[in-house]
């Protein structure tokens, strides 16, 4: 089975602060998607990360991929509360074609 | 509209009773996927649909079945619940290679 370790499990910051959540495997994966989830409802995609080494840039919300595409990171520059959610980290691939593997999720708090 | 739907929306039954929770796209998605998810645990795929008639196991496919007769529908089907199935399910559907998952608005399960 592989493994996606996401961390931090929770972050609780300030409107204006920038974070950084990190998604890390052992596994080589073909791609790397990035979800947002609000409560009650299904989780959202935000991106997908391809290439080792990519970077993509989606307003405040800056995503990389591991050059080994083991591993990736989701930077917010000044967090604001809009931005309160629990954030999925998805391994595309791997071991079977077709396959999905989360990360544990990082719920984040933006306080006003 | 594009959606997944999923039905019921909740759901409480009791153990060794037999249910089936359905799922329906309108996007002519070649590939659906079911999760479950738990607190702590994120999001695990159950099973995964590449195409019509055709199904592999995700990582926990234990006490569940799935078929794929159409292209649109996906139902999960608990034979024997128990409560160790107690979750939140997800259906989900992608339009092609990149697997990016449309969600369902999600199911609610309780087996007492």
């Known amino acids: 089975t592989q493994l996606l370790e996401q961390s931090p499990q929770f972050l609780s910051i300030q409107e204006g602060e920038n974070l950084t959540v990190y998604c890390n495997s052992s596994?080589?994966?073909?791609?790397l998607q990035w979800y947002r989830q609000e409560p009650g409802e299904g989780p959202v995609l935000l991106v997908t990360?391809?290439?080792?080494?990519e970077v993509k840039k989606l307003k405040r919300l800056t995503f990389q991929f591991g050059d080994a595409r083991k591993d990736s990171s989701l930077h917010i520059t000044a967090a604001q509360p809009g931005d309160t959610g629990l954030y999925l980290c998805?391994?595309?691939?791997?071991?079977?074609?077709?396959?999905?593997?989360f990360g544990q999720g990082t719920i984040l708090t933006v306080h006003p | 509209e594009a959606q997944v739907t999923q039905n019921p929306r909740y759901l409480i039954t009791v153990t060794g009773k037999k249910l089936t929770v359905t799922c329906s796209q309108n996007?002519?998605?070649?590939?659906m996927s079911w999760y479950r998810q738990d607190p702590g645990l994120g999001l695990r795929q159950i099973y995964y649909?590449?195409?019509?008639?055709?199904?592999d196991k995700g990582d926990v496919p234990e006490g569940y079945k799935v078929s794929r007769k159409e292209k649109r529908n996906f139902p999960l089907i608990l034979e024997s619940p128990s409560p160790n199935q107690t979750s939140l399910y997800f259906c989900?559907?992608?339009?092609?290679?990149?697997?990016?998952?449309?969600f369902g608005p999600g199911t609610r399960l309780t087996v007492t």
């Open positions: 989900a559907s992608s339009p092609g290679d990149s697997y990016e998952q449309y």
């Open positions: 596994s080589v994966f073909s791609s």
């Open positions: 990360v391809v290439t080792g080494g």
């Open positions: 998805a391994g595309v691939g791997g071991t079977s074609y077709g396959k999905l593997t």
């Open positions: 996007m002519n998605h070649e590939y």
């Open positions: 649909s590449m195409n019509v008639e055709v199904t």
